[in-house]
């Protein structure tokens, strides 16, 4: 897939092994992937993205791990939103409606606001559980925020552009949803939300506030919208139940990744026998170290629906991660499998062929990995995991050009450089994996230069 340059520095970092991956503070803002929440983002946005006349290849929409309610674009064909406004929303519909108005500030050209990615410092596969010791070091507290930070600073950066570029991303929004055949419902409730958010945060006290002066009243905005989209035809039109439902899925697995185990429990209580309350205290419970629990969670979702890839992976990352990677291997294979080899459930499943020490799931393991890198080169774990498997098979030159990738991707240029070249010398002059060792080396180097002049 065609990926906007303007990724990079969101992409160009790295998560650790798994056994040694910890959440990020909530302010390192961190990238999230997940294979299931990905897929979400990439369907609710497709027909936004065509009507604004773009081409969904090329456009991402990125999942930030920040607690404050707050989407942006950073230049080129991209729109980050952060995981504390997933939090916020009650619908996918209110979720499009900002991505609709963020894709009227790419298509309009608009300066670029880096406040909101400012210290976005690494990647976090949703897919890769905490683990008991993380969560023991407290870092599962550390990450949460999700539902009680970050909101005062939130309201200053919410969509941080001039009053002009905002009022022209609201209509361009608005025209991308009509003619998507999307309701205008959900950003007229999300804009709400943002003016109970400014009532109870006090912003509405100060009409002179550096906020109100790059952005127009909500009051206004809304007053603006509604009376547009309550005249397209689209605005009674009913919510797809089915997205819906994958949007609250999605929502409380972010829940229960990012939030305290203790906050889960309240939020989704064992009385929720919901799909998504079972989904969040699964993550709840492995965090906690309560194996037992958290595999009652996930096996009352297969009872459901078996055949789930996304709910295989979570069993098998729980297995995984709880030092069990044999028992993990069979759901984990089959959730390859279901997801049509979806990059990061094969990373998952090519870890922990690697993780049972038999050698014999060795060869597995490489084609897994390969397959997954090639479908998703910016997956810095799988290259980790193919590097330590081409290390274990004795083919040191691939391992270190594999390190290469995933250390060029942490903005590591120096051991970068240095891995490029080792994997240079080691490999048949000419052939593909020595023109890429190569062309690793030449970033690097202008990269250590660039970061040079700049000093």
Do not use: C
């Not at 010398?425 to 030449?442: F, N």
């Amino acid at each position: 897939m065609m990926r906007a340059l303007s990724r990079s520095f969101a992409r160009a970092v790295a998560v650790l092994a798994a056994v040694a991956m910890v959440a990020q503070p909530a302010m390192a803002q961190s990238v999230l992937r997940d294979a299931e929440t990905e897929a979400l983002l990439k369907d609710i946005a497709r027909p936004l993205i065509q009507a604004a006349g773009l081409d969904p290849k090329n456009v991402d929409i990125v999942l930030v791990n920040d607690p404050s309610v707050n989407a942006f674009v950073a230049g080129g064909q991209a729109v980050y939103i952060n995981s504390g406004l997933i939090n916020e929303a009650s619908t996918a519909e209110e979720v499009q409606g900002v991505i609709a108005h963020e894709l009227g500030h790419v298509t309009g050209g608009h300066a670029i606001d880096t406040r909101g990615s400012k210290g976005a410092t690494g990647v976090s596969i949703l897919s890769l559980l905490l683990g008991a010791a993380a969560a023991a070091a407290g870092a599962g507290e550390a990450a949460m925020g999700v539902v009680m930070a970050g909101q005062q600073a939130a309201l200053g950066k919410f969509l941080s552009f001039t009053r002009g570029q905002e009022e022209a991303a609201d209509a361009a929004g608005a025209q991308f949803l009509s003619k998507a055949g999307l309701s205008g419902r959900g950003s007229i409730n999300f804009f709400k939300k943002l003016q109970g958010l400014e009532m109870r945060y006090g912003y509405i006290r100060n009409a002179d506030s550096e906020f109100y002066s790059t952005h127009p009243m909500t009051g206004d905005r809304i007053a603006t919208l509604q009376d547009t989209y309550e005249k397209d035809p689209a605005w009674t039109r009913p919510a797809d139940p089915v997205i819906q439902a994958r949007f609250l899925r999605a929502k409380a697995k972010l829940f229960g990744y990012l939030a305290e185990p203790k906050s889960t429990y309240q939020t989704y209580p064992a009385s929720d026998t919901s799909d998504p309350a079972h989904y969040a205290r699964a993550y709840a419970f492995h965090k906690d170290a309560f194996l037992d629990k958290a595999m009652a969670e996930t096996d009352a979702l297969l009872a459901h629906a078996p055949n789930d890839p996304y709910y295989l992976e979570l069993k098998g990352q729980i297995l995984l991660e709880a030092g069990k990677p044999v028992e993990a291997v069979a759901p984990l294979r089959r959730a390859t499998d279901l997801s049509s080899n979806q990059p990061l459930i094969a990373t998952t499943f090519g870890h922990a062929l690697i993780a049972t020490e038999n050698p014999a799931n060795l060869p597995e393991a490489e084609q897994v990995l390969k397959t997954a890198v090639s479908r998703d080169r910016e997956n810095p774990f799988a290259w980790y995991q193919l590097g330590v498997v081409y290390g274990q098979r004795g083919d040191m030159a691939r391992a270190r050009l594999a390190s290469a990738e995933q250390q060029v991707m942490e903005l590591q240029y120096g051991t970068a450089l240095q891995s490029a070249e080792a994997a240079e010398a080691g490999l048949p002059t000419g052939s593909p994996d020595w023109l890429r060792a190569q062309d690793i080396a030449m970033q690097a180097r202008a990269a250590i230069e660039h970061d040079k002049k700049r000093r």
